[in-house]
């Protein structure tokens, strides 16, 4: 398993940007995550947590079109990590924002593929 260490979230105004950032804790786990399929979700009290964005371990990116041109994922290859920078962020983008991992070069849809999760991050836009 893998440790994963969000940070980035906080309070801002609708139009406003923030950034998010996952790295992988251990640092046996660093090397290797690049190739891995990484991605970021979000959850709002009573939802669904939902599908933001994914790399997969071949760089191939998916975004959700509620994000489509607002957000922009990328790998830190220094931190072997994952940034992902929120523009235009409206008050609907309100919510806890996870990053997740799966151990295979390959993204699953659906959250429950995902094998380990960051703590969340919360991202207020009012």
């Known amino acids: 398993h893998v440790q994963l260490v969000e940070s980035g979230g906080g309070s801002v105004q609708a139009g406003g940007s923030l950034r998010l950032s996952c790295v992988a804790a251990e640092s046996n786990a660093k090397s290797s995550m690049i190739n891995y399929c990484m991605g970021w979700f979000r959850q709002s009290p009573?939802?669904?947590r939902e599908r933001v964005a994914t790399?997969?371990?071949y760089?191939?990116?998916y975004y959700a079109p509620f994000v489509q041109g607002r957000f922009t994922m990328t790998r830190d290859e220094d931190k072997k990590g994952l940034s992902l920078q929120m523009n235009s962020l409206k008050p609907g983008d309100t919510a806890m924002y996870y990053c997740a991992v799966?151990?295979?070069?390959g993204c699953p849809v659906l959250p429950k593929d995902f094998s380990d999760w960051g703590q969340g991050t919360q991202v207020t836009v009012s």
């Open 59 to 61: 760089g191939g990116t």
């Open 102 to 105: 799966r151990l295979n070069s």
């Open 55 to 57: 790399m997969d371990g």
């Open 46 to 48: 009573g939802k669904e």
